[in-house]
């Protein structure tokens, strides 16, 4: 492609492209008090992560047996 071409499909793109698109209440309009927007409510970062602290020695005979194929 020439440097000519590259600028004049990215501009046909983007102007296809905010043609397509529906814009939300709370964000067409930002200042108007009645838009109804979604609920706010605290989420603990640390939520759902998993703890990976040391642990004892566990039998391998009995982890290999957890993980393997089920016959």
């Known amino acids: 492609m020439t440097f ?16 397509s698109a529906t814009v939300p209440d709370h964000l067409a309009r930002p200042a108007d008090p009645n838009v109804r927007v979604p609920a706010v409510a605290y989420r603990s970062v640390t939520a759902g992560a998993a703890t990976f602290r040391p642990t004892d020695p566990k039998d391998w005979r009995e982890l290999n047996r957890q993980v393997g194929p089920k016959s």
């Open 4 to 19: 000519v071409k590259v600028p004049f499909l990215a501009g046909i793109g983007l102007a296809l492209g905010a043609c």
